[in-house]
C-alpha cells in the first residue's frame, strides 16, 4: 500500500506559476514512477508528467517547456513546478505511484484542485 498526499493548489491568474507536492508514505524507490495527472470538469483524466525511480522523465506535449516534475527521495516527495498557466491548465491535479512488476498496481491521491483565472 502506498498514500499519497498532494497539496499546493490553488487560484492563480494566467501567465502565472504554482508548485504542487505529492508526499508519499514509503520510498520513492520501492516505487517504479511517481506521475501526474489531471482531469477537468467533463473530461478523462489525463497524464501530464512522471518520473521514473531512475530519474527519466516524461511529459505530456501540452506542457513541455511549461511544467517540470522532479523528486526528492530524502523526503519522499515529488513535485511539478507550473509555469506559464493557462486557463485550459485548470484541472484537478492527481498524483500517481506505480509499484514495479508485471503486475504493477496504481496508487492515486485525492487530488487538489487547481484553477487558473483569465
Known amino acids: 500500500q502506498v498514500q499519497l498526499v498532494e497539496s499546493g493548489g490553488g487560484l492563480v491568474q494566467a501567465g502565472g506559476s504554482l508548485r504542487l507536492s505529492c508526499a508519499a508514505s514509503r520510498s520513492l524507490f520501492s516505487l517504479s514512477s511517481m506521475g501526474w495527472y489531471r482531469q477537468a470538469p467533463g473530461k478523462q483524466r489525463e497524464l501530464v508528467a512522471y518520473?521514473?525511480?531512475?530519474?527519466?522523465?516524461n511529459y505530456a506535449d501540452f506542457v513541455k517547456g511549461r511544467f517540470t516534475i522532479s523528486r526528492d527521495n530524502a523526503k519522499n516527495t515529488v513535485y511539478l513546478q507550473m509555469g506559464s498557466l493557462k486557463t485550459e491548465d485548470t484541472a484537478v491535479y492527481y498524483c500517481?505511484?506505480?509499484?514495479?512488476?508485471?503486475?504493477?498496481?496504481?496508487?492515486w491521491g485525492h487530488g487538489t484542485q487547481v484553477t487558473v483565472s483569465s
Open positions: 500517481n505511484g506505480r509499484t514495479f512488476g508485471l503486475t504493477s498496481s496504481d496508487y
Open positions: 518520473i521514473t525511480s531512475g530519474g527519466t522523465t
